[in-house]
């Protein structure tokens, strides 16, 4: 399978732990993001990477929620001090930015499921 | 990054073509309208884009009035496998994030 893959697909913790999600994209993408969806909504955007660099975060992202892409490839997103309020699909997607305009489309991972009691 | 609107729910019948309506009238010069679907439990998936012109692919076309200020996806002949919840984009072409509404939950019934 060579689409993006989450790890693990659902996740339930009780308030207060810490969770990390990791997502690794399609091989030869520069660009990672991350969403988070609730239920009936749609994807929020949360952050981007292109290869290692963060370019971009939300004010959704609060202090809690960290997110790294240490070598340009696979993607972690941690969050601590879970509240029942994170609860949601973590969705991550990557592309491959070709220059301007960027029209490259983004592929989706099956998401992750945090479930906190 | 321009709003979109779109109908919450839409019916339609196997075989017959889906017509999804997404009204941006706040879209400007360089942003791009993507069209993108969700079936349960699953990531989004790409369907099509467009900037000016109409657009048409394997999986559908896209109709962008004139003025650009609003855009029609037809699912030329829907199948079951089709319902799911369909997102309309504006995307600026210098940005690479999509901003997702509530999107528009098409049912296709037999």
């Known amino acids: 399978d060579t689409g993006v893959s989450q790890d693990p697909r659902h996740k339930i913790t009780k308030r207060g732990q810490n969770v990390t999600f990791r997502c690794d994209p399609i091989s030869e993408h520069n660009r990672l993001y991350w969403y988070r969806q609730t239920l009936g909504q749609g994807p929020e955007f949360l952050t981007y990477f292109q290869n290692e660099a963060q370019l971009e975060k939300s004010r959704l992202l609060s202090d809690r929620f960290s997110a790294e892409r240490p070598k340009g490839s696979f993607s972690t997103l941690e969050i601590q001090r879970t509240e029942q309020g994170d609860s949601a699909m973590y969705l991550c997607a990557s592309s491959f930015r070709r220059g301007t305009p960027n029209t490259g489309e983004l592929f989706f991972g099956e998401g992750s499921r945090l479930t906190v009691l | 990054d321009a709003k979109t609107t779109q109908p919450p729910s839409m019916d339609c019948a196997e075989g017959r073509a889906a017509n999804l309506p997404c009204n941006h009238s706040?879209?400007?010069?360089?942003?791009?309208v993507y069209w993108y679907r969700q079936i349960h439990s699953q990531g989004p998936q790409y369907i099509i884009h467009?900037?000016?012109n109409n657009e048409t692919n394997e999986m559908a076309s896209l109709i962008i009035t004139e003025d650009r200020k609003s855009s029609t996806l037809i699912l030329p002949h829907a199948t079951l496998r089709d319902t799911a919840v369909y997102y309309c984009?504006?995307?600026?072409?210098?940005?690479?994030?999509?901003?997702f509404g509530t999107g528009t939950r098409l049912q296709v019934f037999p």
């Open positions: 467009g900037l000016k």
């Open positions: 984009i504006v995307r600026p072409g210098l940005t690479d994030k999509l901003i």
């Open positions: 706040t879209i400007s010069g360089n942003e791009y």
